[in-house]
């Protein structure tokens, strides 16, 4: 059975950093793309960053430059380092894995918030 437990949320000051990670179970981890996306509160949920399996990623326009996916395939963890953060960056960060023939499976979301 498919498990993506996202950790390293928090609350964080603007500018400050946080790195994201997602342990995954039950699957090939190495053999699969993963995916963080984002949802801000009374907004849908967005891709921010994905990686593929040879280490290849892209990135949403608004995070390039500031937010860094990586993987870890002995470790099967996906990363996301989120630097320099905003108030505006402020959601819960899900990791999403695709396998063939079935929906998307989901983490149950980390929350990144700001003090003030």
């Known amino acids: 059975q498919v498990h993506l437990v996202e950790s390293g949320g928090g609350l964080v000051q603007p500018g400050g950093s946080l790195k994201l990670s997602c342990a995954a179970s039950?699957?090939?981890?190495?053999?699969?793309?993963m995916g963080w996306y984002r949802q801000a509160p009374g907004k849908q949920r967005d891709m921010v960053a994905r990686i593929t399996s040879g280490g290849t990623t892209n990135y949403a326009d608004s995070v390039k430059g500031r937010f860094t996916i990586s993987r870890d395939n002995a470790k099967n963890t996906v990363y996301l380092q989120l630097n320099n953060l905003k108030p505006e960056h402020t959601a819960f960060y899900f990791c999403?894995?695709?396998?063939?023939?079935?929906?998307?499976?989901w983490g149950q979301g980390t929350h990144v918030t700001f003090s003030s």
């Open positions: 999403s894995v695709t396998l063939p023939l079935v929906l998307p499976y």
């Open positions: 039950g699957y090939n981890f190495r053999l699969y793309a």
